[in-house]
């Protein structure tokens, strides 16, 4: 779920049934990508709240940053691996 100052809510990213543990902001502001305890990473659109991708790592994905050009994304997880996707 997305609130802006006032509070309300901008859209909901739903689909998780674990802790998200990251989330961040593309550069350009269109997309959200998510880390949780259930070894998933998701890209979102920012705007609807839609699921773009998922992608797996073996542990639960703890960190997840998008690279300067917003083109791809970082995750660092417990089952020691940063993978670039």
Wanted: hydrophobic fraction near 35%; include cysteine.
């Amino acid at each position: 779920m997305l609130k802006v100052p006032d509070g309300r809510v901008v859209c909901r990213l739903e689909g998780y049934r674990a802790w998200v543990q990251s989330a961040c902001y593309s550069p350009d502001g269109t997309r959200i990508a998510t880390g949780a305890v259930d070894g998933t990473a998701r890209e979102w659109d920012a705007d609807t709240g839609a699921l773009l991708r998922t992608y797996r790592h073996e542990d639960a994905v703890v960190k997840v940053v998008y690279a300067p050009r917003g083109t791809r994304i970082l995750t660092g997880s417990r089952d020691g691996t940063a993978r670039l996707w």
